[in-house]
């Protein structure tokens, strides 16, 4: 019931932007093929950081 208060993390941030990209690029895949790479590209690049955040921060 608290949980709603709890602040996200970064990379809980960067994982819904990761999926909001994914989704939209998963849509334009169906009109323009070169907005769905550009989105699948940016997607790309949150993952990268999101790696990196899960590298350097400790896991419980």
Known sequence: MFGIFK???EVEKLQIKYK???KEAYD????NRS????KT???EEVYKQIE???KTSPQT
């Open 41 to 43: 590209f940016e997607a």
């Open 35 to 38: 907005k769905s790479d550009q």
């Open 20 to 22: 909001a990209l994914l």
């Open 52 to 54: 990196i955040l899960n």
């Open 28 to 31: 334009l895949s169906k009109i």
């Open 7 to 9: 602040k996200k993390t």
